[in-house]
């Protein structure tokens, strides 16, 4: 075999050993990229939104002015004294050479995760124990990145409409093709979520390898029962079904009926995965703290239908690939469980809770279809006389100058709904209601 070299090649271009024919062609010297990268549609939807109201913003700087956010999920109110105070504590530990922290467990120092063990699951009687807990820095990273776990050929299931992530992060994985014209694509289930099944999808009709359920549901702000959670738990026993449960939200349930993780019901801990977050209950989108929780007996299979662990290989994903949560920010998370941590936790809930339920009340008011916003902080809202998800994201933007999430964004079957977000000041909220009304 031989290769013909252009004349324009220079000496420098030529490295040793200079036996030429084994050489592979000199056009094929730049790295091949992740073509899955390229099925994705447009943006992620948040940076997305933040690219119309920066055009928005420049175009009309007084409306923008009076500009009140209620798009991105994001908390508004201070860290809880009794979280600052672990911080601060801590930041002074890290300033004395005694009790400076280097390179900490990469699962989460053992005080964080027997405290997630013990508030979280043991106090309400569910069995999981610390060793199952993994310390992260966000649901978002962990939803990701637990396809690095899982095999290729997984026939998934994904409600619609559905936090993006899960769908992005399975395109960027290449277990889907391309998508169609309603963005959905091709080798994932879709589970449609309407106002007909109130948004908690049917069991499906053939089996799926992995299920990713969300409860509180971002974005409808739906919950699922006791029953129906049996039913799902009921389904993935039966046909070998990882459930990749997210309870993010989990903190905002005001109903004592409602379940707040999936090993609350029985059976979840052979086929149940859970996410949870400081993120929305602690304040910490900025700070970075986050749970998995992979029960020892969890097994996955491989090709030849050999039965595995599934903790091992998570645990050994996480020690390569991630260094642990900072000790500044695990004594942080940990004082969320303290008294007084538990306290202010519960105040921040109930103002987030109140300004939903005056966005249920305002939208109620207009005439709009509302759902969510009782047991979650995310009210959904059906667009008025037949505007698309897009078409009243601009209304919103340019006669409230209100930024809302629309609903498409998060699948088809969002299409029609707009999302609001309750992660505000009162004052904003009682602002944002009015607007509604004066629309
Ligand atoms: C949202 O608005 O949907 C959330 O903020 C997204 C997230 O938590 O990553």
């Not at 004395?96 to 053992?110: C, K, L, M, T, V």
């Not at 097994?299 to 500044?328: C, E, Q």
Request: hydrophobic share 40%; with cysteine; glycine share 10%.
């Amino acid at each position: 075999m031989s290769y013909k070299f252009s004349t324009a090649m220079k000496c420098r271009d030529l490295h040793p050993p200079h036996d030429l024919p084994d050489w592979p062609p000199f056009f094929s010297t730049m790295a091949y990229l992740n073509e899955n990268y390229l099925k994705l549609k447009a943006g992620y939807l948040f940076p997305e939104i933040a690219r119309r109201v920066k055009v928005f913003t420049e175009a009309n700087p007084d409306a923008a002015k009076r500009m009140i956010r209620c798009g991105i999920g994001d908390v508004t109110e201070a860290l809880p004294d009794a979280v600052r105070a672990a911080m601060h504590k801590a930041v002074d530990e890290m300033g004395d050479r005694s009790s400076f922290r280097g390179y900490g467990p990469e699962q989460g120092y053992d005080f964080l995760r027997n405290a997630v063990a013990e508030n979280d699951f043991k106090a309400r009687g569910i069995n999981i124990d610390a060793d199952e807990i993994f310390i992260s820095d966000g649901s978002k990273c962990d939803t990701g990145n637990i396809l690095d776990i899982f095999g290729s050929g997984n026939k998934t299931a994904i409600t619609d409409p559905v936090y993006p992530v899960y769908v992005d992060t399975n395109v960027m994985a290449g277990n889907t093709g391309e998508a169609d014209e309603s963005g959905a694509y091709e080798g994932l289930h879709y589970l449609k979520c309407t106002p007909e099944n109130g948004f908690v999808p049917e069991i499906p009709t053939v089996p799926v390898d992995l299920a990713y359920l969300c409860y509180p549901n971002n974005p409808t702000g739906a919950v699922a029962t006791r029953a129906q959670l049996e039913a799902w738990v009921k389904y993935a026993l039966a046909n070998g079904t990882t459930l990749l449960y997210d309870a993010a939200y989990e903190a905002f349930i005001q109903d004592p009926s409602i379940p707040r993780s999936i090993y609350e019901i029985e059976g979840a801990r052979d086929c149940a995965i859970e996410f949870r977050s400081f993120s929305k209950n602690g304040g910490f989108t900025g700070v970075r703290c986050a749970i998995v929780i992979i029960p020892k007996g969890l097994m996955g299979k491989k090709k030849d239908g050999t039965k595995l662990a599934i903790h091992p290989l998570w645990s050994r994903r996480h020690s390569t690939k991630f260094n642990g949560v900072s000790y500044i920010v695990q004594r942080g998370a940990e004082a969320v469980y303290s008294p007084d941590g538990k306290a202010q936790v519960a105040a921040l809930i109930e103002h987030y809770m109140g300004n939903a339920k005056l966005l249920v009340e305002a939208c109620t008011k207009a005439g709009l279809k509302v759902f969510g916003g009782v047991n979650a902080p995310y009210v959904w809202v059906g667009c008025p006389n037949g505007l698309t998800s897009w078409q009243m994201f601009d209304k919103m933007l340019n006669e409230a100058n209100v930024v809302i999430t629309p609903g498409s964004g998060f699948g088809s079957a969002g299409e029609g709904y707009f999302r609001i977000s309750a992660f505000n000041s009162r004052a904003n909220v009682e602002e944002v209601c009015r607007r509604i009304a004066a629309l």
